[in-house]
């Protein structure tokens, strides 16, 4: 199912269209496995209306890589395709072909080929700059691997100089939740973003026509289920030693949110530590977060920072399963149990304050609140934590927002615990201590607010954002 993409597709087809005005385009697509990266460059070219080739490199020696490729220039099977020596030799017979009868090139799993000979690049950057870049060729080089595709970019690549516009494509924003399950309510859809993080890939693995509770039991948890391995994969895939990783990612997930209390926790030597972090973080897994009250000019300097699991299916997979396949076989019933008594917690704590960070953004960029923001996010210090805070420094506005998904509406007591205590912890760390801040409020409730709490909020001009509120203004 393709869904949304609108944006990808405008970008794809203006990169076309200046090829075909005479000014050939070198693009490179990356993005995390599952986020749709081959189905939207496939949709886009057979949309488009021009003749292109698509080839996607699989693991296996660099000679059959080129048969595969030879193959499809040549638009014949595999066993009749001619044979070329080096990706040189190739590359130069594939110059002459494309530049006469074909107008896209899109180049998959690249990362495959380059690891399985390192003269493929090479080869291409020579093959663009006496072919290509004077024709009418869009080429398009696409990966997951975080490092080989940034590599490309950087300013020891070869084809660095040649590349001319660069997407990486993002999970689906929740919006699009509504399209995979139009018979589930708000809260089933935000459960369903909280596990799968937006990747159509996952998504398009569970069935609307279950419920969500029913999907984790029939799909999630079926023998063979793809979501059982998809960690172990992508790990493997990317990563050497990806039980380190795992153990980093896993000790996370269990609270260590600091450099010392990883290292305590996965027994792994700090500086070793940091360099797995790098790793986690250039992947997307991985996302280190400073309070949004650290100015921008300290950030570089500033101590406290926390690690967070940044990618939603790695958390839902260390929060539900991982605790059980360790112990494999496991009961799937005990499993289902944990997960209908977890799931509010989870979906609490992981994506609900997301999207009231992102509900937030979408209404500053509307100027439906009461002050412009140079910053938003969280907060915490030794006393308070926040869901939700956005910031002017130049004006001293601060607004301060709770998140609140349990099942019962928002009371008074929560109301004025923010508003006359924990306002004071959050404006201690301010410049002066808060001396000449502005402070708003805001509380983001799966079920609302009983009146006492409406009426206490609206006496300091507070903000009162249920599920449907959110719900809509996303959309």
């Known amino acids: 199912m393709f869904i949304n993409r609108q944006h990808e597709m405008v970008y794809l087809n203006d990169l076309l269209a200046r090829a075909q005005a005479g000014s050939a385009r070198l693009g490179v697509v990356t993005g995390r496995r599952r986020v749709g990266k081959t189905e939207l460059l496939l949709h886009w070219a057979e949309q488009s209306g021009t003749p292109y080739i698509y080839w996607a490199a699989v693991k296996e020696p660099a000679v059959r890589q080129r048969a595969r490729l030879s ?22 017979a ?3 072909v494309l530049t006469r009868n074909h107008r896209i090139l899109i180049l998959d799993n690249l990362p495959y080929a380059v690891e399985a000979d390192d003269e493929m690049l090479p080869a291409l950057h020579a093959a663009w700059e006496r ?14 691997h975080g490092r080989i595709m940034a590599g490309l970019l950087s300013d020891k690549s070869l084809l660095q100089q040649q590349v001319t516009a660069r997407m990486d494509l993002a999970p689906l924003p929740f919006s699009d939740m509504q399209e995979f399950f139009p018979g589930w309510d708000a809260e089933n859809r935000v459960a369903a973003y909280a596990i799968s993080g937006g990747v159509p890939a996952y998504l398009n693995w569970l069935n609307p026509e279950l419920s969500l509770t029913d999907n984790f039991q029939q799909t999630i948890l079926h023998p063979g289920s793809m979501f059982l391995a998809e960690p172990d994969f992508l790990l493997y895939d990317e990563l050497r030693e990806p039980n380190n990783y795992l153990g980093i990612m896993k000790a996370i997930s269990s609270g260590a949110h600091t450099l010392t209390e990883i290292s305590a ?28 009250t650290v100015q921008a000019s300290g950030r570089g300097r500033a101590h406290n920072g926390r690690y967070f699991i940044s990618d939603a299916y790695f958390q839902f997979y260390m929060w539900f399963l991982e605790p059980f396949l360790s112990s494999y076989p496991f009961s799937s019933g005990q499993v289902a149990d944990f997960f209908r008594g977890g799931l509010s917690d989870f979906v609490g704590e992981s994506v609900f304050p997301e999207l009231a960070r992102n509900w937030l953004q979408t209404q500053a960029s509307a100027g439906k609140v009461p002050f412009t923001m140079d910053d ?27 998140c609140k998904w349990k099942t019962d509406p928002v009371d008074v007591l929560e109301v004025r615990a923010l508003t006359e205590t924990k306002s004071r912890w959050v404006l201690q760390d301010l410049p002066a201590e808060g001396e000449g801040w502005q402070v708003h409020y805001a509380f983001f409730s799966r079920k609302g607010f009983l009146p006492a709490a409406y009426n206490q909020l609206q006496k300091f001009g507070g903000l009162a954002v249920n599920l449907n509120n959110l719900d809509a203004a996303l959309k």
């Open 71 to 92: 193959a499809r220039l040549n638009d014949t099977l595999l066993d009749f395709a001619p044979v070329y020596g080096s990706w040189r030799e190739l590359w130069d």
């Open 94 to 96: 594939a110059g002459r």
């Open 131 to 144: 072919y290509f870049q004077t024709s009418q060729m869009t080429v398009i080089l696409c990966g997951s």
């Open 265 to 292: 926790g996965t027994a792994i030597p700090a500086t070793s530590v940091t360099f797995y972090l790098g790793v986690l973080q250039e992947l997307h897994l991985v996302e280190r977060r400073l309070p949004v």
């Open 376 to 402: 938003i996010g969280s907060f915490w210090n030794g006393r308070v934590t926040l869901d939700v805070v956005g910031i002017n420094w130049t004006s001293r506005d601060i607004l301060l927002g709770e």
